[in-house]
Every structure is written in C-alpha cells, then in structure tokens.
C-alpha cells in the first residue's frame, strides 16, 4: 500500500499562494496611497495672568524719585492790605501713602514755601523798596482717587485737602499776616487746574512699553536643530487695580494673545504694539502659553532616522530587521511611515522590502517620553518569503516595533526652549520678575498636509522680589 503525500510540490505550491492571497486581504486595511480626511489642528491661545501686590514703600519710592524738587511757582500773589509775594512750592522730604479704602489714597506731601513779601507798586512802594523773605514748612495731607483709563493715562479725578500741616503767620511791616487761607487756595487751585481737570494725566505707556519691548520681542528656539521664530501677538490687556490698608497697591495684570511663529530667516524686529486696557476678573497666578510648532515631512524623516536608523531587531534565530531608510506622511489622524529594510540572515539570502507602519504619536507626561500607539503595519515586498514571513512572525514584528518606537523629549525640549524661561523674566528698576515651576509638555500630535504640527504648551507661575 502506498502512503498518501499530503505535501506534494503542487500542494505546497497552492498552500503558499492560498496564505499570499489572505495576507494580501488582510492588507487591504491599510492603503498608502489612501486619501483620508486629515484632522484639524486646533488654534493656539495664550495667556499670562499675574497677580502684584506693591507695597508702599515700592510705590512711594516710585513718587519720591518721580516727582520734581520744584513742584510750582507763583509771581505777584496779592496778599491783601496792599501786600504782593512771590513763592516757590517744593518738596521737603519723603512723600508718604496711606490707602484708606480700596480706592482713596491718602497722601503727606512734605512742603517747602519760599520767597519775598512786600508792598504793591506806588504808594509807600516807593518809599519802602526792601521785601520781608519768607521760608516755612508744611506737611499738608490730602487724599486723592487714581484712575488708569484705557489709554495708558493714569487720572486723579478727585482731590481733598484734609489738613494743611501748619499756620503760615508772620508780620510784614507791622502787619500781621496769615497765609493758611491763600496757601489752601492755592494749592486746591493747583489741584484743580493740573490734576482733577486733566484725564490724561500722567503717560504710563511708555513705562509699559519698555517693559513689553523686552517680554514681546520676538525670539529665536532651536528644537531638534529647527531654529524657530515666535513672537507674542497680544489680543488684550486687562487689569484691574486695588488698595490694600497698610500694605500697598493690588494689581491683576492679564495679557491674552496668541503666539506666532516665523521662519528663522524672517524674525520681526519689534514686539506687537500694547492694545488698550480693558477690566480683568482674573485673580490666578498663571503662565499659559501655546506656541505653534510644525516639522515637515522631511525634517521629521531626518529626526526618525536620527533616531531609529541602523538599529538591528532579531526577528527569530535567524533573520535581524535593519530600518534604512524612513518617509513619512499623513494617514488621516494618524501618522505614515514606510520603512525601507533589509533583513540579514545568518545563512545568506537577504531579503529587502518596506514596511508602512500607521500609529498615533502620544507624549507621556510622566516618564517624558514620545512613543507611537495604536500600531498597525503592512509589508510591502517583491519577496514571497518576506510576506509570508512577515504574517507568521506579525505579532513579533508589532511587539519590538512597539517598544522601539519611543523617543525620550523631556531634556530636547526642556534644553531647546530654555531660552524663553529667560525672556519672561525681567529686571525692572522697580522689581524683578522671575518664572517658577516652567514646564513644557506637547499638547497634541496632528499630521498636517505639509508636516507634523506639534503644539507645545509651556505652564508656571511668577515670582515678584520688588526693590
């Protein structure tokens, strides 16, 4: 009796080309030349809210440094009783604030009064040229209300005088004199003329703008070897301002924008323009900025490359894949990359091919590290061998492709973008202004026509030592 043989050549031959066929279907699930629809990269917004509390000895070094010696002068004051005087107002020391409430501001104005007091032209003028001189102290306290408008202009739109701080009498001529009244008028007068009446009081745009020049100038980041230039666009500008009884002044500052990039090659010169001050509700201490970041598909095949190239993965006893080559490009949400490879036998025989691997990029926060999931691949091959190879070993294959394909990014980011933790602190002659806590994660992965945009988002909080 003759024994059946199940495995002649021609079965064998139909057995491969039956296992071929279903690989080939199986297959069909993942098209490299498929057009699919492409996800939407969300738009990045940006948002900086810091919270000051100045104290009063900041701002009343502020006043004393700010303001003249010489505050006004005044010719030809009559006096009454056929008496004229000429004075100069200055300052006599250190100018001191009280807050009242949150938003009255009391003030001790230290005042030097100096000059002459004599008779009015003709009469006994003639007779009597000499002038009594006159150099008295004050210390008037009054209150008063700021207002920053919208336009940068810090206002004082009421003004009291609570107190004179002193009695101006002396005697000219045998006459006895009392200048409290004049000087009170005087100095309401004053009050009336170059502070109540006049919105625009003092600029602080300027102060503003110089701080803004050195936080919006644009700035230059290198990450993995892409140079990079951003710069803050800001939408708003708000703030709101309190004071704190025995403490100081409370500031919210908020500033919303969003952050553009530019090529290397085409940085703007100047920062944007400061837009106008608008109420803030925000009280958080925050820094939240997005900056857009996009690799192209070529840049991003020589960072794969970079990385993966020349690395050699056993397959079975026999056989080790080598990636050679890499491209990548968008399939649909998720990202393509055919791999070029040659895979070494130990007895000879290579086999090339290409492998076009699907996964979605995800950055893991906690171990800082990039790593490609939801993998899936097909083999693209003229080699028999290799197919049938690649859809016995397959899940082989997906496990060491899983592993391998992970990126450490903590250190590239955190390295490349340093500079900007050094562009957000200031040093002002008022204070220094430093940012804590700065972390920089990616906030998403989305394949792009042209390449991979990589949203980053950069966190902290701030830290004010004020002088």
Known sequence: MTVPTFFSPTKRSLLFCLVLGLLAVSCKTLDPSASLPLTTVPKTSSVVNVPLDIPFTTLTAVANRSTPNVLFKQRGMDLGNGLVGDFEFSRNGKIQFRALDQQRLEVVFPLKIQGEVGLKPGGLRNLLQSKVPINMSLVPVFVINPELQSNWYLAIPEFELLDLGGKLRFSVLGIELDLSPIVRQEIRRFANQELTSKPNLLPLKPLMESVWNQVGQPMLVEVEGKKTGLSIRPDSVKIREYLMPNKGLHLDLGVKGQVQVHPSNAIPSRAFPIPKVSPNTDASNRIDLQLPLEFTYGELDALIQKSFGGQSIPMNKTYRFNATQFRTQAYGERLGITVAFTAVSTKG???????????????????????????????????????????????KIHRQLSQRMKMPLGETITESLQGL?????????????????????????????????IPLQATGTTAIQWK
């Open 349 to 395: 025989g290579d086999l090339k091919g290409e492998l076009f691997l699907v996964g979605r990029p995800v950055y893991d926060p906690a171990t800082r590290v990039l790593q490609v999931v939801e993998l899936d691949f097909v083999m693209k091959s003229g080699s028999a061998k290799a197919m049938l190879g690649t859809m016995i070993k397959k899940g």
């Open 421 to 453: 933790q050094e562009r957000l602190s200031l040093q002002t002659p008022v204070a220094n202004l430093s940012i804590q806590n700065l972390q920089i994660v990616p906030l998403g992965f989305y394949p792009t026509a042209t390449g991979l945009a």
